[in-house]
């Protein structure tokens, strides 16, 4: 699941330091830099030599492609997303292909490995190195770039997304925050509790849909669909990961 790991921490990445950057900056310059720390965690994953480059070369077409798609986007003037199936094709795609090649390179050893078992933590003899690369990437992943696959989404299926975030402010926070207590609760075996935290989310959200609805504008039905909507894509993303996690050991 090495590679997995690097192509999770490399979308992430990209979305989290693209997010801090003036618009200015360019997106393949971004992508270059973060190439080469994906060749540096390679590396510290413990890949043979030639891998690291060969991992980073290739990363560096997609996630220039999902940087510039997402510059597009900011500066299109109508302010919607600018090709949301292409740019959910493409990082599905990689990530898919990914688990495909998973078996063909080396399980996660190296200075990596060291580190994990001197951790002066008892858990970390049910944990493996695999899982615990993976789960720091998907973390990664689960900060930024997971909402923007959900904007994605939500402009594919016709959602009114600016509708949703005007009269539903601070999901872009809540949501990455959510995700990571739900993906660390089933990672736990706390199904149940993983079932409270989108109960919860969604009572205290409740009274802010009623409201727009009881407006009878067409605006509460529109922001109830983009709620729906976006939950159950987060809880989707966060619930895949963690089975993967699961599974990779």
């Given at each position: 699941?090495?590679?997995?790991?690097?192509?999770?921490?490399?979308?992430?990445?990209?979305?989290?330091?693209?997010?801090?950057?003036?618009?200015?900056?360019?997106?393949?310059?971004?992508?270059?830099?973060?190439?080469?720390?994906?060749?540096?965690?390679?590396?510290?994953?413990?890949?043979?030599?030639?891998?690291?480059?060969?991992?980073?070369?290739?990363?560096?077409?997609?996630?220039?492609?999902?940087?510039?798609?997402?510059?597009?986007?900011?500066?299109?003037?109508?302010?919607?997303?600018?090709?949301?199936?292409?740019?959910?094709?493409?990082?599905?795609?990689?990530?898919?292909?990914?688990?495909?090649?998973?078996?063909?390179?080396?399980?996660?050893?190296?200075?990596?490995?060291?580190?994990?078992?001197?951790?002066?933590?008892?858990?970390?003899?049910?944990?493996?190195?695999?899982?615990?690369?993976?789960?720091?990437?998907?973390?990664?992943?689960?900060?930024?770039?997971?909402?923007?696959?959900?904007?994605?989404?939500?402009?594919?299926?016709?959602?009114?997304?600016?509708?949703?975030?005007?009269?539903?402010?601070?999901?872009?926070?809540?949501?990455?925050?959510?995700?990571?207590?739900?993906?660390?609760?089933i990672l736990a075996g706390s199904l149940e509790g993983a079932?409270?935290?989108?109960?919860?989310?969604?009572?205290?959200?409740?009274?802010?849909?009623?409201?727009?609805?009881?407006?009878?504008?067409?605006?509460?039905?529109?922001?109830?669909?983009?709620?729906?909507?976006?939950?159950?894509?987060?809880?989707?993303?966060?619930?895949?990961?963690?089975?993967?996690?699961?599974?990779?050991?």
């Open positions: 699941m090495s590679v997995v790991s690097i192509v999770l921490l490399g979308f992430g990445l990209a979305d989290l330091v693209s997010a801090s950057l003036p618009a200015r900056a360019r997106p393949m310059t971004v992508a270059a830099v973060i190439a080469l720390w994906l060749v540096a965690w390679a590396y510290v994953l413990g890949l043979v030599s030639w891998q690291p480059w060969a991992l980073g070369a290739a990363m560096l077409l997609p996630l220039g492609a999902w940087l510039v798609a997402e510059a597009d986007s900011a500066a299109n003037a109508g302010g919607g997303v600018v090709a949301p199936r292409r740019q959910l094709a493409l990082v599905s795609g990689v990530i898919a292909l990914s688990l495909i090649l998973a078996g063909r390179f080396p399980d996660v050893d190296g200075p990596f490995a060291r580190w994990f078992a001197r951790l002066p933590l008892n858990v970390i003899h049910q944990v493996s190195p695999a899982q615990a690369a993976l789960a720091l990437a998907a973390a990664v992943f689960m900060l930024h770039a997971t909402n923007r696959i959900i904007r994605l989404v939500l402009a594919v299926v016709g959602a009114e997304i600016e509708a949703g975030q005007n009269k539903l402010k601070g999901g872009r926070y809540i949501g990455p925050i959510e995700r990571l207590i739900v993906a660390a609760l079932g409270l935290i989108i109960a919860a989310k969604g009572f205290i959200r409740l009274p802010e849909i009623r409201s727009e609805t009881e407006k009878k504008d067409g605006a509460g039905d529109s922001v109830a669909e983009y709620f729906l909507i976006g939950t159950l894509t987060s809880i989707a993303i966060a619930a895949a990961l963690a089975a993967l996690i699961l599974a990779a050991y």
